[in-house]
């Protein structure tokens, strides 16, 4: 990974996906939230291109909208901290023999050459030792890896210095919204993250202190419109309005034409779940994953959770992304209510990677 964050600095989180751009900053003092400023802008679809900016003039204007109408605070930091989908990303979880701390780095390199399907010199590479709270294992450790192709990281690091920034730290969507999602320093039996986007659904598994697996899905907002829009003879725009109005609620034809794509939803979570349980190497955790946290652009889509609890039989409820913000005893109001904070989940994740809250 790109890396060269230092907490020292005024940054702010920006989050880039194929349709949007999102950014937040969060400030502290006396562990308690001074500032929280946020804004996203719609990106045309020629924008981006498999993680890439293809249209550098028209990312650099949206880039400079969406810090000019950060509210209910100005952004003014230069330095940017990004975060980008995990389609982009590789992301694994590797065993090794128990090492010295000096000889970690080399055998994470020779590793991860095994499993990352690109070149090594072709990607930069991040790796955490993941502290697993009441684990047995004595004779191995365990490395949380991450690998950006460096093209992409070239590619947004030369974009932002054009437009006066300077890209500092790079982590991908599921490692902030890990940050900002679980609740630190409780003991959690697997939990899974879905994150129903307008472009795409992001699944990623949280257990044993760490994220463990991330995929992607092509069920969204969007796609719920096109279906809609489809098979109901309608307007995009109409569309939207139903699902955004109705949602699930809806009756008639157009519960009809969402179910089917909900329903495999349902199935893609399913497998996602059923991997984890059978591809996780550490036998000491839990097989069965406990809840799901469901965030994101659609998370508020109405009936949606209802629909999948019983779909799924497990326990499902809406993030609460100032969970690591905002003490339980706390008397300050979240900043932005956590319905639209759902939408901002992964940048306030992002934004509170250098702070001591």
């Not at 982009?88 to 970690?104: G, H, M, N, S």
């Not at 932002?160 to 920034?165: E, H, P, Q, Y």
């Not at 998370?299 to 497990?314: I, M, R």
Request: proline share 5%; with cysteine; aromatic share 8%.
């Amino acid at each position: 990974m790109f890396n060269i964050f230092s907490p020292r600095l005024n940054f702010f989180a920006l989050n880039i996906s194929d349709l949007s751009l999102r950014v937040a900053q969060i400030e502290s003092r006396n562990k308690r939230l001074a500032k929280f400023a946020f804004s996203q802008i719609e990106l045309s679809d020629d924008v981006l291109d498999e993680g890439e900016i293809k249209n550098e003039e028209r990312f650099i204007s949206s880039l400079q909208n969406v810090l000019k109408t950060a509210k209910p605070a100005k952004i003014t930091a230069k330095y940017a901290a990004v975060c980008l989908p995990d389609e982009y990303a590789f992301i694994d979880v590797l065993r090794l023999p128990v090492l010295k701390a000096e000889e970690i780095p080399k055998a994470v390199m020779f590793e991860a050459a095994n499993y990352i399907p690109l070149p090594i010199d072709d990607v930069y590479l991040d790796y955490e030792v993941i502290n697993c709270p009441n684990s047995a294992l004595k004779n191995c450790v365990e490395v949380l890896i991450a690998a950006v192709p460096k093209k992409i990281i070239n590619n947004y690091n030369s974009v932002l210095k054009r437009a006066g920034l300077s890209m500092v730290f790079v982590e991908t969507e599921s490692i902030s919204l890990v940050r900002a999602l679980i609740q630190k320093n409780i003991a959690h039996k697997p939990i899974l993250i879905i994150d129903f986007g307008r472009s795409r659904t992001g699944l990623c598994t949280f257990a044993g202190g760490s994220l463990r697996f991330t995929s992607t899905i092509p069920i969204s907002s969007l796609e719920l419109d096109n279906v809609l829009s489809r098979e109901l003879k309608i307007s995009l725009d109409k569309a939207r309005e139903i699902r955004q109005g109705q949602g699930l609620w809806a009756k008639g034809e157009a519960l009809e034409a969402m179910v089917p794509a909900l329903t495999d939803f349902t199935e893609q979570i399913k497998k996602h779940i059923d991997y984890y349980g059978s591809h996780t190497a550490n036998k000491h955790l839990p097989k069965e994953v406990e809840k799901l946290i469901l965030c994101g652009n659609g998370a508020g889509l109405k009936g949606l959770a209802d629909f999948l609890a019983q779909s799924l039989h497990t326990k499902i409820e809406l993030g609460n992304p100032w969970i690591n913000v905002l003490p339980a005893l706390s008397k300050q109001m979240p900043p932005l209510p956590i319905e639209q904070a759902l939408s901002f989940a992964a940048p306030i994740g992002l934004a509170l990677s250098g702070l001591k809250l």
